[in-house]
């Protein structure tokens, strides 16, 4: 039987459903949320997309803000929380990683900036080493705060690289104007 109360409830699931923003995004079969809590704050997915290299997928990557932008130096610039989450689509060892990592700072910044940044970057190429390998499914997770940078794998801490220019330097990996994946940069900033 058919009740006022059912109708309503019925109404109000779909009236739910149909709000957006409710929903989670997904890539290449991946659910990303559009909102996650770092620590007292809650960030707002400003995008997501597939890191790919060859045809292959690496990750999905997903970034995190506390106010949407489109402009890089408007998220590398804050000193608000971001989050960098990457869901590996595939195996991956820890040099290759790390490596990875360091192209990224490579390709962003100039000979003079590197070598000011090497005692972080060899920092960071350690945490990375010391994940291992990651896994296809694996999460990790790269908080970007005035401090500098905290590496998670799945929810769990693995290290922490001090620096407020750091953390604004490791974010010119995947925003800089030669990001890792010019598709993945396009789609993190809502593009």
Same mark, same amino acid.
């Given at each position: ?66 106010? !949407? ?48 940044? !090497? ?48 953390? !604004? ?23």
């Amino acid at each position: 039987m058919i009740t006022s109360i059912s109708v309503r409830k019925a109404a109000l699931i779909a009236a739910l459903l149909a709000v957006p923003g409710l929903h989670a995004a997904e890539v290449a079969g991946v659910k990303v949320d559009d909102t996650i809590r770092v620590g007292s704050s809650d960030l707002v997915l400003n995008g997501a997309g597939l890191r790919s290299k060859l045809f292959i997928k690496v990750y999905v990557g997903a970034l995190y803000v506390g106010q !949407k932008s489109t402009t890089p130096t408007a998220i590398y610039d804050s000193t608000q929380p971001r989050r960098m989450v990457m869901r590996m689509m595939r195996d991956l060892d820890a040099d290759t990683l790390s490596s990875a990592l360091d192209d990224g700072l490579k390709s962003n910044h100039s000979p003079a900036e590197l070598a000011e940044l !090497k005692p972080q970057a060899d920092q960071l190429g350690g945490i990375m080493k010391g994940i291992g390998k990651a896994r296809e499914g694996d999460t990790i997770g790269i908080d970007f705060s005035a401090d500098g940078v905290a590496v998670s794998l799945n929810g769990e801490a693995r290290g922490k690289v001090a620096g407020a220019g750091f953390a !604004k330097a490791l974010l010119k990996v995947w925003l800089g104007d030669k990001p890792v994946d010019a598709s993945l940069k396009k789609a993190l900033l809502g593009s």
